[in-house]
């Protein structure tokens, strides 16, 4: 077996144990054995490669007939997301090959607005960047918060709130105040996001208060930080709040706190991204909206448990989480 595919095995096995740790009502078995659906407090997650119960809409041709002619002619939207194992938003379904997750439905119900099949390809955190720079993609669509640095290279159509939690061991009995109760933890944060951004900014604070130094363990798989985090490695992982929320109800992990994804200074929103200036930014900020005032928006996120992180407006590069000091 291959690197690839051991990986994607593991990722798949570990999505699947996230999903089946609570009791609940179980579908069909999919392939290879594994439950196609699983019950999570209350709410039926579909586990399948088929994804039967995905939302979908009608072409909106006023809208279609803006998409850059190229991508037109072509006839596909190729979106690019991270690989991993991070339920609800993206992860292996039963299959150990389909991604699946509210990050894959919202890029197709996009394309589907467009009349455009999706061609979804998939990366580590740092290629999709890549992936947006060189034109291999179109789009990305995988939690990306929108930056005021990111801004400079790449355009936003926002699609839901961007909220970030501290996740602790089930047997963590330190609490949570504010930036400085971090002071002397070693926290886990995926490299370049926006959570190693606010984390590296309050430990700069708490160091020029001489607090204790917050020590960073880097991570780029879940299964690597959940490991890390059921062995008490780390005192605490900070991510996206959806899969710290699900991943807390199905393991017994405790979500500590929350914040917005751009700390103090305002409320974060997560985005679809395009390559700056590239003309598709407009057409896919006009099918966000469409999706939101006609529903499905709506239905997409509510089947993945995240109607809570909604927006009313798909909003063209709004203000971000500010620049790094420096």
Not at 87 to 114: H, K, Q
Not at 168 to 173: A, G, I, L, N
Request: charged content about 20%; overall charge neutral.
């Amino acid at each position: 077996m291959s690197l690839a595919s051991r990986r994607r095995r593991t990722s798949a096995l570990i999505a699947v144990t996230l999903l089946s740790l609570l009791v609940g009502g179980c579908g069909g078995k999919g392939d290879g054995g594994a439950e196609s659906t699983r019950s999570v407090n209350g709410l039926s997650y579909d586990l399948s490669p088929e994804q039967a119960g995905r939302i979908h809409a009608d072409k909106v041709d006023a809208i279609a007939a803006q998409v850059p002619q190229a991508i037109r002619d072509r006839g596909t939207l190729v979106v690019t997301g991270t690989i991993g194992a991070t339920p609800p938003l993206s992860f292996y379904a039963t299959d150990d090959r389909t991604i699946v997750g509210s990050e894959v439905d919202l890029s197709i119900l996009i394309g589907d607005i467009l009349g455009l099949k999706v061609d979804r390809r998939n990366g580590d955190w740092a290629q999709n960047f890549v992936k947006i720079d060189s034109g291999e993609a179109d789009l990305f669509v995988s939690n990306a918060t929108v930056t005021e640095e990111r801004k400079e290279k790449y355009d936003f159509a926002t699609y839901r709130l961007d909220n970030i939690a501290l996740e602790v061991p089930k047997d963590s009995t330190w609490t949570y105040q504010d930036r400085k109760s971090l002071a002397g933890k070693k926290i886990g944060v995926t490299s370049g996001t926006n959570q190693e951004q606010l984390l590296v900014a309050w430990n700069d604070q708490n160091v020029a208060e001489g607090l204790p130094k917050l020590e960073l363990a880097y991570y780029q798989q879940p299964s690597d930080y959940y490991l890390a985090l059921s062995s008490n490695r780390i005192d605490g992982y900070v991510g996206p709040n959806p899969s710290a929320q699900y991943h807390s109800a199905t393991t017994g992990t405790k979500v500590l706190t929350t914040w917005s994804g751009a700390g103090d200074a305002l409320q974060a929103e997560i985005a679809a991204m395009t390559r700056k200036d590239n003309g598709l930014i407009g057409v896919v900020q006009q099918a966000i909206q469409y999706a939101i005032d006609h529903g499905t928006y709506q239905k997409v996120l509510d089947r993945w448990g995240l109607g809570g992180e909604a927006v009313k407006q798909s909003r063209i590069n709004p203000p971000g989480l500010p620049k790094k000091k420096g």
